[in-house]
């Protein structure tokens, strides 16, 4: 079928107001999340694991429910409207509520902000990828040319925030809350009513409960989590928790880390942009399983790069890898699950199938990935992981489906 040109498209310029606003809000405190918690905050590699099983624990159950309601609601707004809130609400609980309790009370801040940032982020950058992929398939244009303008927005918000966060991480936080306020502006002009709405909604209202049963009974829905769990949670792992203060760490003058890191995570996310929307015409020409195997082998190159080198502008460069294995992951899972399985079920395969699946091994590893960092640190952690993804690859080549998905006139009404 014929794709329209995107920017003639007004579905397409709402989609990327959607992802731009929500990543750039992301970016200005998760971008620098490890280093607060660890440099300004003063606390142990032990307690800032245990913050990241939390809120990956957390962030599983309102995939779970995100995934079924957004497949059951289409293209209904009902949770998008409730992301845009709780970014809204960001700036005031992260400097009032969250900082003080961390400090004062650790386990309740813990548990506050694992549900916060659960329903607003962890679960919440799933729920808006799988609802403009959605649009994307119903209103006939490439989700990856759309998810260009998320990764913008997530480049601009590092930038700056590096900036930011060197003078004061709470000058980041109102950032947030800004962009919250952007985000339902967009909601709120964003209208897919009319007839193909009625159509698509009436389509999707017939999901029961055994398609989504069906799911879970399919052999590659289980390769496929496998896969997830061997390669994309350990690169979380290692980008998220240990990479920025693991790259802090490189620096004499520590007050420039977060400011470079800045700079280093801006460029890196613009070439992640850039490739959002050129590699969905690569991974449609080789399909989605050989793309998944090539972005597992270049998060084995960077971690293994980070294990062998120490020097600051080497391991700056292997980070650019960062910007080529995303786009890969990201929409090869999309297009790997509209090629497997019901296409009506796309946020569920990508909430529970990717998110939730790489949130399970987050959880379980996190704490003791801390606890060795407390005794050992980088360099063993790092060929252990390395060598887990090697194994995970050749899994996948001998088990994940061939499919490729080859869209039909009728799929853009019935999504």
Known sequence: MKINMPFSNDKYRYSSGYLLFFFAAWSLWWSFYAMWLKNKLGLSGTEVGMLYSVNQFFSMIFMIAYGFLQDKL??????????????????????????????SSFKLGMMLGAVFFGLGYLAGYGLVDSFVEKISRRFNFEFGTARFWG???YAVGTFVGGIFFSINPHINFWCVSVMGVLFLIVNLLFKTEGNDEKVASSQVSTLTKQDFITIFKDSQFWFFVIFVVGTWS????YDQQMFPVFYAGLFENPEMAP????????????????????IPFLINRIGPKSALLLGGLIMTCRILGSAIFTDIYIISFIK?????EVPLFVISVFKFSVANFDKRLSSTMYLVGFNIASSIGIIVLSLPIGQLFDKIGYQ???????GIVILTIF?????LSKKKHEPSVLEYVNS
């Open 234 to 237: 350990f690169y979380n792992i």
């Open 74 to 103: 289409g293209t209904r707004k009902p949770l998008i409207w409730l992301i845009g809130v709780v970014i809204t609400l960001s700036g005031p609980f992260l400097i009032y509520v969250y900082e003080p309790l961390l400090i």
């Open 380 to 386: 063993s952690i790092f060929f252990l992981m390395a």
């Open 259 to 278: 400011r470079v890191y800045g700079y280093l995570n801006s460029v890196q996310v613009i070439l992640e942009a850039i490739g959002m929307a050129l």
């Open 151 to 153: 990764c913008l927005g």
């Open 320 to 324: 650019m890898l960062h910007a080529l």
């Open 395 to 399: 899994f996948g080549y001998f088990t």
